[in-house]
């Protein structure tokens, strides 16, 4: 399948040539993780999960890293402000590694929730450390970087093609940031960023540091902490390789934390940092940005909370395409409710019917619908155009095996758990011994195998240990006879 992408670096759709044939690397920002994450970074992070599934889905083995920011990342993007670690340790009387450790939890829990896959590192940017500074030390002995008694700063003059990524005018960029940051007069220029911070100025109190081989004269040891973006440079490259097919993250990374690791990353390794860079739009609350202040900064669990079921947020993250801005609202989530039990009923259906049907050939008819899903998939990770293929499916007039075949492949990559979900309901019926359920899935694949006679001693059997059957959408469920 010949697959497009949106890649931010030039702005255009290109056609997807992974660097090597089978196999796919891909670095996604994780999250911060000082606090619980609102529902617009788990559309990011769903986005994500809907490339890595798609992927897979076209036979690529995808290797992918998702890591988790613990230390470094400042109030602001740039190098101003309060370390986001420290700040949460502040707000709840832990350290930094306590805050790490329960909303690390958290956002697990919650992408659990959602059907996130399980990326394949999940790296702690606090556990690369010393590759951290190896890389800075590159930076350093290539003069891509130097030193002032507060940290240690990427010269950005010196890497020609720092606004490839955002399209902006570095002279624009450079009158701009004039204003933003003056605690450090050695800087070279306001736009050079850092890539160590010592344990000095704005920072002598801070929590987390580590010696290293840098001077200053304000510390011993070169004590102090790593910049947030030569952590995800350091983590991928240490992960992935120097060069990887895709990156992604929020389109706010794209003038500064994507646009410095780019600069570390291709002045310290000498090559083409990402092929492809995808970058997801944000999700509003009632057309407005989503805030904290607002109270618009929704958790899973707010959600969970009012009775909604995680997958119907998933199931709402798929109707929109992740270049596109995201509008959610509560009648909007209450729609996609009601969208994804609907598809779940309709699921059961053919699954039931599947078991009375015999037909075994797939008709041109059904592969014209995967077909088209293929290619919803292939235009630039389509997902809401795939997800309406999914419906159009369901209401043709394909045979339920067909359908139950073709739904249960497409949701591979939507995630909602079709199957998953109609087991856990059976397993409501937990009360009833495990020796008439055996009996029951005998009977089942005795049907299936068209042995009646068989079915038939066993339907007796059931009755006779004082069970009865009963024929649902979901498929037969054991009843206890009164
Ligand atoms: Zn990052």
Redesign the pocket.
Same mark, same amino acid.
């Given at each position: 399948m010949k697959i497009t992408v949106y890649n931010t670096l030039g702005r255009q759709l290109e056609g997807f040539a992974p660097l090597s044939p089978d196999k796919i690397l891909i670095y996604h920002?994780g999250p911060t993780v000082y606090w619980t994450q609102h529902i617009g970074n788990l559309r990011g992070m769903t986005m994500g999960d809907l490339v890595v599934r798609t992927l897979r889905f076209f036979g690529y083995d995808v290797r992918h890293a998702r890591?988790y920011?613990d230390v470094g990342h400042l109030t602001s993007d740039s190098d101003a402000g309060e370390d986001k670690m420290e700040k949460g340790a502040k707000r709840e009387g832990m350290t930094p590694e306590q805050i790490a450790d329960k909303y690390i939890a958290l956002f697990e829990r919650d992408t659990r929730a959602i059907n996130l896959l399980e990326p394949t590192y999940k790296p702690r940017a606090t556990e690369y450390v010393p590759d951290m500074i190896a890389m800075v030390q590159t930076l350093l002995d290539k003069g891509f970087a130097y030193a002032t008694p507060l940290a240690v700063y990427f010269d950005v003059k010196k890497f020609p093609s720092y606004t490839r990524l955002s399209g902006q005018n570095l002279e624009q960029l450079l009158s701009g940031a004039g204003s933003a940051d003056v605690s450090d007069p050695n800087k070279h220029s306001p736009i050079d960023f850092a890539l160590w911070f010592f344990k000095a100025g704005t920072h002598e109190q801070a929590l987390q540091t580590w010696p290293s081989p840098f001077s200053s004269p304000l510390v011993k040891n070169g004590e102090g902490f790593p910049g947030? $973006?030569i952590?995800?440079s350091t983590m991928a490259k240490k992960l992935l390789g120097d060069t990887i097919d895709i990156h992604m993250?929020g389109i706010e990374?794209i003038p500064v934390? $994507?646009t410095n690791?780019i600069a570390q990353s291709e002045s310290a390794n000498d090559t083409q940092f990402v092929t492809y860079w995808l970058h997801n739009e944000h999700l509003v609350v009632d057309n407005e940005k989503m805030a904290k202040s607002l109270g618009t900064g929704f958790s899973l669990q707010e959600i969970i909370d009012k009775g909604y079921d995680p997958l119907a947020l998933r199931y709402f993250f798929l109707g929109a395409h992740y270049r596109s801005k995201q509008n959610f609202t509560w009648d909007a989530l209450r729609a996609a409710q009601n969208g994804l039990e609907e598809f779940r009923k309709r699921f059961l259906e053919q699954k039931t019917a599947t078991k009375q049907e015999s037909a075994d050939q797939i008709s041109s008819g059904a592969r014209e619908y995967k077909d088209r899903f293929d290619a919803a998939l292939a235009s630039d990770f389509n997902i809401p155009q795939a997800l309406a293929v999914a419906w159009e499916t369901i209401k043709s007039k394909l045979s339920s095996k067909e359908k139950y075949a073709l739904l249960k492949t497409m949701d591979t990559v939507l995630g909602l758990n079709l199957d998953a979900y109609h087991e856990q309901n059976r397993q409501e019926d937990a009360h009833i011994p495990e020796t008439v359920q055996r009996l029951l899935e005998e009977r089942e694949q005795a049907r299936a195998a068209q042995n009646f006679e068989r079915a038939d001693q066993l339907r007796t059997a059931i009755k006779e240990a004082g069970y009865y059957i009963e024929d649902t959408p979901a498929g037969p469920r054991l009843g206890e006879k009164t």
């Open positions: 920002c890591n920011t947030w $973006h952590e995800c993250g990374h934390h $994507h690791e």
